[in-house]
């Protein structure tokens, strides 16, 4: 063996016994009590283990350009136009470099695999994706990325950018998403991504229903196409701000809909509470779909961090430990239940949503471990307990010395 890292708490079993994690070649070969064997060990002393945090849905591209962009102010704002205002100057170089701070942040926090949005279209062109491409092998020690690229800001009524789209998927991306919010037909684009979907068999990840309101929805015809090209379990769509302004009798029956097509979803606390309710000044409405009620009825769903310090969203430490607290704490989730559900909306579920067949501590599978200074996971999720200790196939990445009361003498 090469690594065993001794008395964890498996985040799946939390309950259980505590047992040593032993790996060889960078895979997981044992998982039981007192491995015995010559190799490098890391004591966990009890604390809790998982495969890795699982960033579904980032934006590495435009993150970091609040110097260029800052907060709009007043109630109402299009933090989008200001964005597409910059994207023209972007560069390969200017991006990289932006984008790989942030994601030194997620490695940092315990991310060890990602999905990252990535847009294209005539004002930036390629160059996003290959600015964000450039990281994937360099970095692949610590993370695992995928790319889905999508047409931020239209698709229909931006000629150029569907040509766009077809030469990243033929470069390999694994995922094509949409914004159809901001294209002036928000069908015609919905379907001309499932199309493209099947033409290059990749996934589906599509940013869908932000709204103050729940009218005019486009979840229907999500569902709909996904059973008619049977892409269940390889559709996701991401906000899905508008089921926040619904009964939960509505939300219920829709997220049975969702369960049954095996549509996905990924909540994004952190911009949606600060995009929505702007039409409000007092009694502002929170605006973030409750992902814990979607999965009590069968809706596979993440939380995940989104935006990155611009102007869509002008926060981020890039801690989805932190997201899971935030989402607890603005929905009102507080039994240890639920909290432990949220927990696995970082991990087990969002795996899931990705497809990954090699998650979690298994044995057979990649080394990929993250070691977090709480016993529990709902104690991970109420108290904001970070990795101390990350391994990426069974190579130490990160190390963080838990913080030391020091007493007067």
């Not at 991310?111 to 692949?140: C, K, N, W």
């Not at 430490?317 to 929905?331: Q, T």
Request: hydrophobic fraction near 40%; aromatic fraction near 4%; proline fraction near 5%.
């Amino acid at each position: 063996m090469d690594l065993i890292v001794r008395n964890v708490r498996l985040s799946h079993r939390p309950m259980s016994e505590l047992v040593d994690i032993g790996v060889a070649d960078g895979k997981i070969v044992a998982l039981e009590r007192g491995i015995a064997a010559e190799a490098e060990i890391y004591d966990a002393g009890g604390r809790l283990a998982c495969g890795g945090l699982v960033e579904t849905h980032i934006h590495l591209d435009k993150s970091r350009i609040l110097d260029r962009a800052p907060p709009e102010t007043g109630r109402r704002i299009n933090p989008m136009k200001q964005v597409a205002a910059l994207k023209r100057g972007f560069t390969v170089e200017d991006i990289r470099a932006r984008a790989e701070r942030t994601l030194i942040e997620c490695v940092l926090n315990g991310a060890t695999r990602m999905r990252t949005q990535v847009e294209v279209d005539p004002a930036i062109g390629l160059r996003g994706f290959e600015g964000v491409q450039s990281l994937i092998a360099e970095y692949r020690w610590a993370i695992d990325i995928e790319i889905c690229v999508f047409p931020q800001d239209g698709l229909t009524n931006y000629p150029g950018t569907d040509e766009l789209l077809v030469e990243a998927l033929k470069r390999g991306v694994k995922a094509i998403g949409g914004a159809p919010r901001y294209d002036t037909d928000h069908a015609g684009q919905i379907r001309r991504i499932f199309e493209l979907a099947r033409e290059f068999d990749v996934d589906i990840d599509i940013h869908l229903d932000v709204g103050d309101t729940p009218e005019a929805m486009d979840i229907p015809l999500v569902c709909e196409l996904t059973e008619q090209y049977r892409r269940g379990g390889r559709v996701v769509v991401g906000h899905m701000a508008k089921l926040s302004t619904m009964p939960p009798d509505q939300v219920a029956s829709l997220g049975r809909r969702l369960a049954d097509t095996g549509v996905a979803v990924t909540v994004l606390p952190l911009t949606d509470l600060f995009v929505m309710g702007r039409d409000q000044d007092h009694n502002v409405r929170r605006g973030v779909a409750d992902a814990n009620f979607l999965v009590e009825h069968g809706v596979n769903c993440s939380l995940s961090t989104n935006n990155v310090l611009n102007p869509v969203t002008p926060y981020g430490d890039c801690s989805l430990i932190r997201m899971a607290n935030l989402h607890a704490n603005v929905l009102q989730i507080g039994q240890p239940q639920q909290l432990r559900e949220i927990f696995a909306m970082l991990t087990e579920r969002s795996a899931r949503l990705l497809n990954l067949k090699d998650y979690g501590i298994i044995v057979g599978h990649p080394a990929d471990i993250v070691v977090i200074d709480a016993d529990s996971p709902q104690q991970a999720v109420a108290e904001i307990r970070h990795p101390v200790a990350v391994f990426k196939r069974g190579r130490q990445t990160v190390k963080r010395a838990p913080p030391k009361l020091c007493r007067p003498v």
